[in-house]
Every structure is written in C-alpha cells, then in structure tokens.
C-alpha cells in the first residue's frame, strides 16, 4: 500500500461544528453586555448652571447647615425633587463629568427612583442606562431594585452590591467605616411626593474623622512619602525660630518649601506631585492639624515632631489658614469647588457669625491662584517653584487688604451687592483678581 495515500483529510462539517460552538459560547458571554448597552440615554446632559443656578445652590447649602456647626445635635433636611436635581446637576459639574454622565431622580410617596446615563464616547452613540428603585425600610433609606440597560439585577445580587450597615461599621476600610458611621446617624428618612425629610444626629468629630479619612484614602504610598518630607522641612524652619518670636509671617515656610520642591524637581521629580504635596502639608501645620490626621496612624510614627509656631500673612493668622486651607482643596478637588465653598463660607459667616469679608475672600483667591498655576501643567509648576522660592515678602503675591470692607451682615451685603451671582459682585470678584494676577509670583502665567 502507497503510505503517501493514507493522508487524513479533516471533515468539513467538523469544523464548521466547532466554529459554531464558539460562535454560541462568545455570544452567550457577550449577551449580558450587550443587553446593558443602550442607543438612547435615559437622561439628556443638561449645559452648566447658570449664574442664578448657582445663586440657588449655594442657597440650598446655606440652609442646610446649622447655625452653629460646631455644636453636636438633631438636625432635620428637606428638599424637593427640583432641589434635588439641582444638586446633582452641582455635583456632576464639580466632579468634571457632566459631559458624559447625567442624573435624575423622582419622588414619589414611600420611594425615590433614580436614573443614571453615561455616554461610553464610542463613535455610535452608545450609553449604559442606570435604573434603580430606593424605599424607606424601618426609617433607612434602601436599594429595593436595579436595573442596567435592558438587563434587570436580580434581588440576590442587588443585596450584595449594597452590605447592610453593620457589615459596613465592621469594614477593615477606615473610609467605609466612617461612612457607615454618618449613615448610622440619619434617621427617619420619608419619601414624599413633594420632598425627602431625614433628621440627622450631626456630630461635629464624626464628620471631621470622615474627612481626615476621605483626604487620606485621596493620597498615594509615594504622596505620604513626599508629605513627610515636607513635613521635615517646616520642621526645620520652626525648630530654628526663637522662643522669643511668637509668631512668623507665612513666606518663612513658602519659600523653603518650595526651594526643596524645586530642588527635588530639578532632580526628576514630578513638579505638579511636588506641589501638591506641599500645599497639602503647609495647611495641615498652618491649621495646627497632627501630621497624623493627613498622612494616618502607620505613616505618622516615621514623622519628626514639629513644633508649633502661629503664621500670620498681613499680621492676621486667620488669613494665612484661609489661603492654605483652600489651596489645599483646590489640590485635591480642583478650583470650582474651592471656590464654591470659600463664597459660601462667606455667605455662611454674613448669615450667622462675623460677617462677609472681602479680605478672607482674597486670601482663598490668592490661595486657589496659587494651587491652580502650581498644578496645571509642568512649566508653570516650575516657574511657580522658582518664583515662590526666591519670596522676599508676603506681598509679592497678597494684596493688601486693610482697606476692604469687612464684617458685612446678610442684609447690608443684599443691598451692596443683591447676592453672589449679581454683576456688581462679578465686578468686586474681577477686581480682587486682577490684582492678584498683577503681583510679582503670579504676573505673565
């Protein structure tokens, strides 16, 4: 027998039968995906808010918060399905992702229902459609059905995706756990027709321990490293003042500090990291926080203790933590929210405290000028580290501010002014900045 005739030649229908099978497989995998994949959003994008949106939700805020803040006790919420919207439209705008996301929800009495459209930005126009169901178990707010694209979650799966709150309170997360705390202390939710109420046991430590934790879960193993560093170098500059100088102007530390983030940049380092960094530890020692509470327990130890000594910027110490405390957020968050809360902060104080104040407001200018051009691309992170670490003087980039008017009440600030969102304020606002702009640091960026 001729071997060269005993070739094997594969069956045709073999073949065909396993290109089948794998064709059944892949689209038994890809279904569920593709039932998630919408063509329409369940919700259309809505543009930014406008000025007297704005206005509206700053209100909102100012509302919302107790006379006195600082005190521990009940505390009741109310908003209407409007309120609630606007809200949301505020948050989506501060988080940078109202281009592709869009939200809604809708009251109805015992419930609120919720839904979510995201654009993946794919050449056709693809969304993946969020469609959930929250009611009132036992005075707590509970996800009672979702819903993605086409593609209902079963009860089993939806209990997964939300732990009860006990489970949360035992979470090895920190952050979860301080969380589930600020749960904890919501109660007596009702879903109205009209509005959601929910009382809430405000607790001054709680929600400062949560936004220790927030900043914390917010930074890098190799942040905390650069942190620690800064830390060591305000250090330095502190162990080395007198007993005798009660308190320093705050370019002692700005232009150290941002010497060793340029030296370290000149080295490789990332400067826009650098920056960051620094702002961060600056507020903490200006503030008089533990370098604890920024970097946690594990990395603390590893830090050298810093003593204590007052900053001022123009012989003020309130004006130094306002500039630091909002370059700080402007890091971490970005300029809209900073500047958002440094105008209701002021609004807060016309309503109850000491009044609206012009030269406050300038510092958290100044202090978002300042975060904003140090983390905004590379070159100007550099030029900001080799203009701040050649500071002679606080006024090369603070104006002065003994002639404002300060200590304005709520009523006097609406007749100057109307409100936030008035041109006349506009124009108060463009002035302060302009002069920012025109000082030595920030002059040409």
Known sequence: MNRRNLRITPRRGAGLQRFRLWLLAAGALAAPVLLCLQFTPLVETRPQLSRAEAVRVEGLLLDSVPRTPGVAGPHEFAWNQEELNLLGRHLLSLSRMSPTLAAEVNLREGELGFEISRALGSVLPMYVNLRGIITQVEGQPALSGLRIGYLPLPRLLVNRLTPSLTEALESDSPLQAEAARLLANVENVHFGSAEIRF???????????????????????????????????????????????????????????????????????????????????????????????????????????????????????????????????????????????????????????????????????????????????????????????????????????????????????????????????????????????????????
């Open 199 to 445: 009382n809430v046991q405000w607790d001054p430590e709680l929600l400062a321990r949560a936004g220790d934790q927030a900043r914390q879960w917010l930074i890098s193993e190799t942040d905390r490293e650069r942190i620690l560093e800064y830390h060591a170098v305000i250090s330095e500059v502190a162990g080395a003042i007198p007993e005798s100088e009660r308190a320093i102007p705050l370019g002692r530390l700005l232009a150290p500090l941002f010497g060793e983030a340029e030296r370290k940049s000149l080295q490789g380092s990332d400067p826009i990291a650098e920056n960051q960094a620094l702002l961060q530890t600056l507020a903490a020692y200006v503030n008089g926080e533990d370098i604890e509470q920024l970097v946690g327990p594990e990395a603390a130890p590893g830090a050298p203790a810093a003593k204590f000594v007052e900053v001022r910027l123009q012989r003020r110490q309130d004006l130094a933590q306002h500039l630091t405390s909002i370059a700080a957020i402007t890091v971490a968050l970005g300029p809209d929210l900073a500047l958002m809360l440094s105008t209701a902060k002021e609004s807060y104080d016309a309503r109850h405290r000491s009044g609206f104040s012009f030269s406050d407001l300038t510092a958290n200018s100044v202090g978002v000028t300042l975060a904003r051009l140090a983390t905004r691309d590379r070159e100007s992170a550099l030029e900001i580290q080799r203009r701040m670490s050649d500071l002679r003087s606080d006024s090369e980039y603070m104006p002065e501010v003994g002639g404002n008017r300060d200590g304005i009440s709520a009523d006097d600030f609406s007749e100057l002014y109307r409100d936030t969102g008035s041109a006349e304020y506009r124009q108060r606002l463009a002035e302060i900045q302009h002069l920012i702009e025109s000082s030595r640091v920030f002059a040409g960026l």
